[in-house]
């Protein structure tokens, strides 16, 4: 009875359809998130994440239809993120079928919309997301808005503590200087953050060798998001879970069926 | 028919979603006469007990409840939606700071866990009773778990009990009403399973 890690694929959408190097050898259609996200539960994902990378609102509501399809189809936990600013643009995705939502940019802007969405929903429906990296800050860290580009000028542990007094439920940390590298996550930035929060914590950024995710958790990460490494299929859910488990590390077993 | 209790709380979409792979016909629901004489009724709940409980009263769910147990109905709460048959929660609130009755099926409160990162979320696993009906088959398998809160106490028949910090209830069978401190409309296969066994039940 260990709470097992979590492995998430990360799939990012715009205008209905998934973007960001998609390889796979196995879809009729590489590009469809619907199917994606159910190859991904069959492979035995723990979770999916949902990134809304639409520009128009044309393409935000598109996203809002593949979070229905998605949840009437796929049986894990679902968890949208990008572009959500308010109360209601979380009760919208609720109702859609996501279990949990990621705010970013509108937090750093608005504090309060922390704790307005866990008062209305609860801490569990809310993943604070912090695109942070090396800078020279207090901690060594720093976070970064509008998808990397643009220093928010605040110390990211600094943040993240606040962010969980608010009410956050989980952190999910994306190391900008190891994103899409395939270099390893940040060690040292999970380390940090580990050691100052106290909610879950899910590390993003660099996944690359199997190594890398056992590493990871080592340094204190609950949940493992990876992108690349499985759309572009160097490594399958199955072959991560069953070398973390031949490592010693508790993984849920994947659905047979 | 299953019934979904709507209240306010959550997602009920994939839990219509999840009952309906059965061959069940599922309908979401805030009507008394329809909550009540459904053959099965199923009490979800997401947030924190208290806005959970308070969305419940403002639709008689708790009478409903009530009518269903005396009625041998059977009915399975779901997350919060367990923690609200409990006598009391003591999740705290902005305002409030005691603690907030719930429906009072079993006795106890459902308190904070006690673990070095809460919530508890993820997929863990449950040591359930051998004769339980909502684990025929899946005994050894994953659910996921998202909660901060939970009871402690042996309640009712079957007990299943999970482990993070603390042992505590992670489902439990009494009769006509079940409840899984889990998501099984979110576990997967194994949910599936666990529903099915449910609505096999009925």
């Given at each position: 009875m260990t709470l097992s890690v979590r492995i998430i694929p990360c799939l990012d959408v715009t205008d209905g359809r998934v973007v960001k190097g998609i390889n796979f050898v196995d879809l009729a259609d590489a590009g469809d998130p619907i199917e994606m996200a159910a190859l991904y539960d069959r492979e035995g994902a723990d979770e999916l994440?949902?990134?809304?990378?639409?520009?128009?609102?044309?393409?935000?509501?598109?996203?809002?239809?593949?979070?229905?399809k998605c949840?009437?189809?796929?049986?894990?936990?679902?968890?949208?993120g990008g572009g959500i600013r308010s109360v209601a643009d979380v009760d919208q995705l609720l109702r859609a079928g996501a279990d949990k939502v990621s705010i970013s940019t509108a937090a750093?802007?608005?504090?309060?919309?922390?704790?307005?969405?866990?008062?209305?929903?609860?801490?569990?429906?809310?993943?604070?997301?912090?695109?942070?990296?090396?800078?020279?800050?207090?901690?060594?860290?720093?976070?970064?808005?509008?998808?990397?580009?643009?220093?928010?000028?605040?110390?990211?542990l600094d943040w993240a503590q606040r962010a969980c007094a608010l009410g956050v439920g989980e952190i999910l940390l994306n190391s900008m200087d190891t994103d899409?590298?395939?270099?390893?996550?940040?060690?040292?930035?999970?380390?940090?953050?580990?050691?100052?929060?106290?909610?879950?914590?899910?590390?993003?950024?660099?996944?690359?060798?199997?190594?890398?995710?056992?590493?990871?958790?080592?340094?204190?990460?609950?949940?493992?998001?990876?992108?690349?490494?499985?759309?572009?299929?160097?490594?399958?859910?199955?072959?991560?879970?069953?070398?973390?488990?031949?490592?010693?590390?508790?993984?849920?077993?994947?659905?047979?069926? | 028919m299953i019934a979904i209790l709507d209240y306010g709380s959550g997602n009920l979409r994939s839990a219509q979603r999840a009952f309906a792979t059965t061959g069940e016909e599922v309908v979401v629901t805030s009507d008394r006469k329809v909550a009540v004489e459904a053959r099965g009724l199923v009490v979800p709940g997401v947030g924190a007990f208290q806005s959970c409980m308070a969305g419940l009263v403002a639709i008689d769910g708790d009478s409903i409840i009530r009518e269903r147990l005396s009625l041998q109905r059977p009915t399975l709460g779901i997350c919060v939606g367990m923690q609200i048959l409990f006598e009391s929660g003591t999740e705290p609130s902005r305002e409030s700071a005691g603690p907030t009755p719930g429906v009072g099926i079993w006795s106890g409160s459902v308190s904070r866990m006690v673990a070095p990162i809460l919530p508890h979320m993820g997929w863990n696993t449950v040591i359930s009773n051998p004769r339980s009906t909502l684990f025929a088959g899946i005994a050894e398998r994953s659910f996921y778990f998202v909660h901060s809160f939970a009871a402690t106490r042996s309640v009712g028949k079957f007990q299943a009990w999970g482990e993070y910090g603390q042992k505590f209830l992670a489902a439990i069978e009494d009769g006509p009403i079940s409840a899984t401190q889990f998501h099984p409309e979110k576990s997967g296969t194994a949910g599936l399973r666990l529903i099915n066994n449910w609505v096999s039940s009925l």
């Open positions: 994440t949902f990134l809304d990378i639409s520009a128009s609102s044309s393409g935000r509501e598109t996203t809002l239809d593949i979070v229905r949840a009437e189809e796929v049986f894990i936990p679902l968890t949208v750093v802007q608005r504090p309060d919309l922390i704790a307005e969405i866990a008062d209305r929903f609860g801490s569990q429906v809310l993943v604070l997301s912090i695109d942070a990296r090396r800078a020279n800050t207090e901690s060594g860290f720093e976070v970064t808005t509008h998808g990397g580009r643009e220093s928010a000028n605040i110390d990211a899409g590298t395939r270099s390893g996550y940040d060690i040292g930035m999970i380390r940090a953050f580990r050691s100052v929060t106290k909610v879950p914590l899910v590390a993003s950024g660099g996944a690359g060798t199997l190594g890398d995710f056992a590493a990871a958790l080592d340094a204190g990460a609950d949940a493992l998001l990876a992108a690349s490494v499985f759309h572009f299929g160097i490594h399958r859910i199955g072959d991560v879970k069953g070398y973390l488990k031949g490592a010693g590390y508790s993984v849920r077993e994947s659905d047979l069926s | -």
